[in-house]
Every structure is written in structure tokens, then in C-alpha cells.
């Protein structure tokens, strides 16, 4: 079956700009999360959906990122006012059902660039 | 607060050599998750296993294995025979019981070289 899809794969924008991330979970997965990965580092958690509501997020580095899923199952990660410190791997992952015994199977991740 | 060690920044070998990656793992919490990911160069986050704390056995997967050891807060990857293609970051990565979802906590990886 189809994994996890994230649009676009590269995004280039400048400074004060607003930009939109999309992630396309697995099918039939209630789960979604969001991570940012700077070079070099590994990933860092941002913000976890459990249907349509944000259940945690606790990891939204400040009010300039904001993140929906209006109908539970696409996600839009979206940031505001961009700078240059938030270039980024921004990586999406989907689990069944959001245990912790769950495995999260991540997308192929949108590279951010802020010139 | 918990916290993930990957004390390897990168590590260069040559083909066929046996490879250890190190994990160290900080939690307060007496149940918890331990995985790891492999990240090739087109940056796709790759699930390899999933290990609950209570499940202390060492397990074997192909050329692949890995051994927890609670005691030392240690759970280390081995590729045995290693090959160009394992060529990659690895994470590890912890998540607790009782956070909301389970929200995962990775090391800095390990990049791991294997030369032909």
C-alpha cells in the first residue's frame, strides 16, 4: 500500500513569507506527526494529531507554526512570517492509532529553505 | 526529561567488517519503547525494530541484530558482514508510555560509511 506522501519535496521562500506543508498519511492511520530535522541533527518533534484534533503541541517551536487536520486525515503544517532559522527537513510520520506501542512510519520529508 | 546518546558521530568501515552503533537511553519511566530508524541518502526515515522495556531478549534479524540491555540503558545495533548499501544515518529513537501519542525522541544518528 501507499506510505506516507509529503508535498512538496523542496521549498524554497524568502524571509517574512508564509508557506504550507502537506502530509498524506498511511490509509486507516488515526495518528499523525510532525517533526523537523536540522542538518545534521536528528529529528525533533513539533506536534501530534489524534483524528482531527491536536492532542500535543507542546514541540511548535512559537505562534509563527500552526498545524490542522481538518478532516483527520490530510495534515498542513504551516508557518508564518518565515526566517532564515527555520530551514529544515519538516518530516511527517503516521501510526495506526497513536499508542506507544505503536510504530510511526515517516514520509519522505519537505525541505524547507528560507533565503 | 528523556534523552537518547548516539556517541558515534560517524564511523567508516570496509566492506564485510562487523559494525556496532551505540544507543544510551535516559527515561524516568519503567515502561518504554526503543526503536531504530535508518535514514539513506534520499532522507526517507526507514523503520528497522521496535523493542518494549520489559522484552530484554537480544534479537536476530538477517545480517542485522541488536542487543538491550537495561542495566546499562544501552540498546546497540550490530551489522554483521556490512555492505555498501547499509551505507546510511541511523537513529535511535525512545518514546514513553503515558506521553500523549507517543511521540518519539531521537539520538543525533550515526552516520556509518561502508567502503567497497
Known amino acids: 500500500g501507499a506510505g506516507v506522501s509529503q508535498t512538496p519535496s523542496n521549498k524554497v521562500t524568502e524571509k517574512g513569507k508564509y508557506v504550507e506543508l502537506r502530509c498524506d498519511p498511511i490509509s486507516g492511520h488515526t495518528a499523525l506527526y510532525w517533526y523537523r530535522q536540522s542538518l545534521g541533527q536528528g529529528p525533533e518533534f513539533l506536534i501530534y494529531f489524534q483524528g482531527t484534533g491536536a492532542a500535543d503541541d507542546s514541540g511548535l517551536p512559537n505562534d509563527r507554526f500552526f498545524a490542522v487536520r481538518p478532516e483527520g486525515s490530510v495534515s498542513t503544517l504551516k508557518i508564518q512570517r518565515t526566517e532564515r532559522g527555520d530551514s529544515a527537513v519538516y518530516l511527517c510520520?503516521?501510526?495506526?492509532?497513536?499508542?506507544?506501542?505503536?510504530?510511526?512510519?515517516f514520509g519522505p520529508g519537505t525541505r524547507l529553505t528560507v533565503l | 526529561a528523556q534523552k537518547v546518546t548516539q556517541a558515534q558521530t560517524e564511523i567508516s568501515v570496509v566492506e564485510k567488517e562487523d559494525v556496532t552503533l551505540d544507543c544510551v537511553y535516559e527515561?524516568?519511566?519503567?515502561?518504554?519503547?526503543l526503536f531504530w530508524y535508518k535514514q539513506p541518502p534520499s532522507g526517507e526515515l526507514v523503520f528497522l525494530i521496535r523493542r518494549n522495556s520489559f522484552d530484554e531478549q537480544n534479537e536476530i534479524s538477517g545480517r542485522y541484530s541488536w542487543n538491550f540491555q537495561k542495566s546499562t540503558s544501552s540498546f546497540n545495533f550490530t551489522i554483521t558482514a556490512s555492505q555498501v548499501v547499509d551505507s546510511a544515518v541511523y537513529f535511535c529513537a525512545l518514546s514513553e508510555s503515558g506521553t500523549s501519542g507517543s511521540r518519539l525522541t531521537f539520538g543525533e544518528g550515526t552516520q556509518l560509511t561502508v567502503n567497497p
Open positions: 510520520a503516521s501510526s495506526f492509532s497513536g499508542g506507544s506501542t505503536d510504530t510511526q512510519y
Open positions: 527515561t524516568r519511566d519503567t515502561t518504554y519503547y
